[in-house]
């Protein structure tokens, strides 16, 4: 579309990850392999929550949440980049692409509040477990699982609203497999200094206030069991957050370089690598990382593969 003497954008053109046609059979095998097994882990977390009745605690719910967002991020970026791939063609709409980013910086932030909510989850168990069912009564649960969607959708609205007032010129070509608010903003042909800003100013707190609830309740939990005087306490204790540290440890170490700086900081490879680590590869860890350190997960998943809950008993 032409408006004046400028040429208005209405499709963007995805480059993806590379850029030689032999490597697009592999990604494309690679990412679809990686895309099932994300869906299939992050669906049985959440199908054994439900039916599991022993599984019906704030912990489990919030575990829950986590897995629905996974399986929602990586549904807003990998299918478009796998039906790129098999038709050969790189285009999106503005709209879809609009659409991709938003959705992209929900679950983001969404992952990142949830990472603290189930941390202050763990420091009320096991500093406060004589209060805990007190504490995390079902109305508290409610918010603190409500607040995090609302937050994470006023966040990416606040960016969607600020990049719909920028204009895109001549180029419309996305050195990316998803479009991205870093690369959308290098791309605009207006000033963008606001949007730098305001990315800053919003992403300071909605990453520094989760990361410092998690610092704190870990600080306090570790207290709390070297208080412990047998081993075997203090191991229990410990196995109770192990899965939730080793998920926080792999998002914090992906995101704060992609998402907390401004975008002109950051080559274009660097923000591939990283959104392919927080956007597929995160994702896709967190099943594994839950079913193979916590042990009423893996009971759940054996009583679920058994098929108890769908045969009916058989007569002997």
């Known amino acids: 579309m032409h408006q004046g003497n400028q040429t208005i954008i209405s499709e963007f053109i995805l480059l993806g990850l590379s850029k030689h046609a032999e490597q697009q059979k592999v990604l494309f095998v690679l990412f679809l392999g990686m895309y099932l097994v994300t869906m299939v882990g992050n669906g049985l977390i959440i199908l054994v929550i439900v039916l599991d009745s022993y599984l019906h605690t704030p912990m489990y719910l919030f575990l829950a949440n986590l897995s629905f967002a996974d399986m929602s991020s990586i549904s807003a970026s990998v299918p478009k980049m796998l039906m790129n791939i098999h038709t050969k063609s790189q285009s999106i709409s503005y709209e879809s692409c609009i659409t991709q980013m938003y959705l992209c910086i929900v679950f983001v932030v969404i992952d990142n509040f949830l990472l603290g909510v189930m941390a202050y989850d763990r420091f009320v168990a096991i500093c406060h477990p004589l209060n805990y069912t007190t504490i995390m009564q079902s109305r508290?649960?409610?918010?603190?699982?409500?607040?995090?969607?609302?937050?994470?959708?006023?966040?990416?609205?606040?960016?969607?609203?600020?990049?719909?007032?920028?204009?895109?010129?001549?180029?419309?070509i996305l050195p990316h497999f998803l479009c991205d608010l870093a690369p959308l903003l290098k791309l605009s042909c207006s000033d963008t200094v606001v949007n730098e800003l305001v990315l800053f100013v919003v992403g300071l707190p909605v990453f520094a206030f989760p990361f410092a609830l998690i610092l704190f309740s870990y600080i306090h939990i570790i207290r709390a069991v070297l208080r412990i005087s047998s081993r075997e306490g203090k191991w229990k204790a410990f196995s109770t957050c192990g899965s939730h540290l080793t998920v926080v440890l792999l998002f914090y170490g992906t995101i704060i370089g992609v998402y907390f700086f401004p975008s002109s900081t950051h080559p274009d490879d660097t923000d591939k690598i990283g959104a392919v680590l927080f956007t597929v590869m995160t994702p896709m860890m967190n099943p594994f990382i839950y079913s193979l350190r916590n042990k009423d997960m893996k009971s759940a998943l054996r009583k679920l593969i058994s098929r108890k809950w769908f045969l009916p008993s058989m007569p002997w």
């Open 140 to 172: 508290i649960c409610a918010l603190l699982t409500v607040i995090p969607w609302v937050l994470s959708n006023v966040v990416a609205l606040t960016h969607t609203l600020l990049l719909i007032q920028l204009i895109f010129c001549d180029s419309n």
